[in-house]
């Protein structure tokens, strides 16, 4: 199962937006999961966002590197927290960077 979903951040960062920016992200991936148990998938890939690691400026970021400070790191930490599979499914975190086009 693949998950990509989440309303795009390059627009206002307004109360109502985060709402928004959660629900898309951390909401729908909670669904998800529920929607997932016993549904016999084995590998499941949810996006997550490079924001993950928040403003390091010219530190060297690996994958094993802890979640930075800041409201996408945040963001990005509860959406990869809200992705609960079942024991023996893979888990798979997509760190991309803004996507750019359509």
Do not use: H, I, P
């Not at 016999?40 to 690996?62: H, I, M, T």
């Amino acid at each position: 199962m693949v998950n990509l979903a989440g309303e795009s951040v390059d627009q206002r960062w307004t109360e109502k937006k985060k709402v928004v920016f959660r629900e898309s992200r951390v909401g729908v991936t909670e669904g998800l999961s529920k929607a997932l148990v016993g549904s016999g998938v084995k590998v499941v890939l949810n996006a997550s966002g490079v924001g993950f690691y928040g403003d390091r400026e010219d530190e060297k970021l690996e994958e094993e590197t802890e979640a930075g400070s800041g409201y996408l790191a945040d963001l990005c930490v509860d959406w990869e927290a809200a992705l609960k599979v079942e024991e023996g499914v893979r888990k798979v975190l997509l760190r991309t960077g803004m996507v750019l086009g359509d």
